[in-house]
């Protein structure tokens, strides 16, 4: 689709038209609209409305199901919203500002978990939900949930009830109640995630290998490009905040990882921090010249091969406002990495403006590296009959 009509969800290329026209294809829909809302600064969703034919009643988890068929996971809305009509401008057109905002909040009177299981996944609901409980007939995405609370629930279904659930699971089961029964029938749990014994050259895991390939094709291109932008008011120590990203990188392996070939197969290849010479570039730029320097960059390249997939760039409006821009590759960074970044960029700063020195963390349990070991391991080889991946 055109560049145009694309928005950025979670780090994610969304076209609301594609995401429509699956929502149009539900039977009984006979109006569409999907949107981007930002109730809640820095919290984009896609919301559905939809209006049903004369006699029909639509049930939104049944929309949402039906689009998880068709399309991936980060297009499908968080919201469905029903409505007699469409409103619309004197000139016909959609009245996007008409549009009401999603009703994000358990039922009141709610029944209760019937059972052990039920009172562990209403537990979990609610976690990750950020709420004080939630009924069995709560629906996960009517409370707010998206594709990257999804993911988070299932992570944390998996130990805490010893069950291998899909992300499709939940959007075909969205409550308690549903998912319950989903259980029952799950299999066993994976094994778990942990450190690994690192082979001299590192595999990729697949999604990392699908990028490599599609970067082989077009040479340092832009597409995949993941920029996460700060506004930074008040005295900033730029010293402390280029340390904190030198830490950051030396925190996660994935942000100081090269990726080369041997014998015509990909590796991936993590630099010591020392060896880490991270592009930090510093501009001051006005106001009306901050989209312009913001857009170009995070539409340069990067060489995978000789240079991390991160980069920084400092603009200054002034001397008590500043904007970080971090771009880095999709190969490295995703929709659902971008907290975990930020937190940890906000720790890391804290400790060098205060103390001078490095933040005392522990260091991580795994790294992306020992995920993909544990892929490999899991999945297998396509070239072998007896494996998952075949």
């Not at 390249?301 to 980069?311: K, N, V």
């Not at 700063?349 to 260091?363: H, L």
């Amino acid at each position: 689709g055109r560049a145009d009509d694309q928005v950025k969800i979670r780090g994610f290329r969304v076209e609301p038209a594609e995401v429509q026209s699956a929502v149009g294809a539900y039977p009984g829909v006979v109006q569409s609209a999907v949107v981007v809302r930002e109730d809640r600064p820095g919290d984009k969703r896609l919301v559905a409305y939809v209006v049903a034919g004369p006699g029909v009643r639509i049930d939104a988890s049944a929309v949402r199901a039906h689009v998880a068929h068709r399309l991936p996971e980060y297009m499908v809305p968080s919201a469905v919203v029903i409505l007699d009509a469409l409103p619309l401008t004197p000139t016909g057109k959609l009245d996007r500002r008409a549009l009401p905002a999603p009703d994000f909040g358990p039922r009141e009177g709610g029944r209760p978990p019937r059972n052990a299981k039920e009172e562990l996944l209403c537990g979990l609901f609610a976690e990750v939900l950020g709420l004080e409980s939630v009924g069995i007939d709560d629906d996960f995405f009517d409370l707010g949930g998206h594709s990257l609370l999804v993911t988070r629930l299932i992570s944390r279904i998996r130990p805490v009830l010893g069950v291998e659930m899909g992300i499709r699971d939940l959007f075909q089961a969205p409550t308690v109640a549903r998912l319950g029964a989903l259980v029952e029938q799950a299999h066993g749990a994976r094994p778990p995630l942990r450190p690994a014994v690192r082979p001299e050259r590192l595999p990729l895991s697949f999604a990392q290998r699908r990028l490599w390939f599609l970067g082989q094709m077009e040479e340092q291109t832009a597409a995949y490009n993941v920029p996460v932008t700060m506004r930074l008011r008040g005295a900033l120590d730029t010293a402390a905040l280029r340390s904190a990203v030198t830490d950051v990188t030396a925190r996660h392996e994935v942000l100081r990882t090269v990726f080369q070939e041997w014998a015509g197969e990909p590796y991936q290849r993590i630099l010591a921090p020392a060896e880490v010479d991270l592009p930090w570039l510093e501009a001051a730029c006005t106001e009306e010249e901050l989209p312009g320097a913001l857009a170009l960059a995070a539409n340069q390249g990067f060489d995978l091969s000789a240079r991390p997939p991160l980069r920084a760039h400092l603009f200054s409006l002034g001397q008590q406002d500043h904007v970080l821009s971090l771009v880095m590759h999709h190969i490295a960074s995703d929709g659902w990495s971008l907290d975990p970044l930020v937190r940890d960029l906000a720790t890391a700063y804290a400790a060098r403006s205060s103390t001078g020195g490095a933040p005392d963390w522990q260091p991580l349990p795994v790294q992306y590296a020992d995920y993909t070991l544990w892929q490999q391991d899991l999945l297998g080889s396509a070239d072998d009959p007896q494996s998952l991946l075949s």
